[in-house]
């Protein structure tokens, strides 16, 4: 990933960069498919959503420190990926929702 030259290790196995991508895009898909059914529901799918997703950020601040034997280094990146990764999918979903008509 540029900045991180080793290979990173969990539990003796290696985490490759497919992992990383792999754990943005399926928060993605799941993020739209919440906001699709948020939008049909509610008034105010926006708001909604907004609250529904900073939710799901705060929890997901959590899971790094559940894994056992995670360095400081990597649990770090962890929640940075987190936050950089919650944040693009809800803002990206947001401002598409301002430009259509449901």
């Known amino acids: 990933m540029g900045a991180i030259i080793d290979p990173i290790l969990l539990n ?8 990383f991508i792999i ?5 993605a898909v799941f993020a739209s498919l919440i906001f699709f059914g948020i939008s049909k529901m509610s008034s105010n799918p926006k708001r909604v959503f907004g609250i529904v997703g900073y939710s799901f950020l705060v929890f997901s601040e959590i899971l790094p420190f559940l894994i056992p034997g995670l360095s400081e280094g990597l649990r770090n990146t962890f929640l940075i990926s987190h936050i950089v990764a919650g944040l693009t999918i809800m803002l990206y979903l947001i401002s598409k929702a301002e430009k259509t008509d449901f």
């Open 23 to 27: 754990s943005s895009i399926m928060p």
């Open 12 to 19: 003796g196995e290696k985490i490759g960069v497919a992992n």
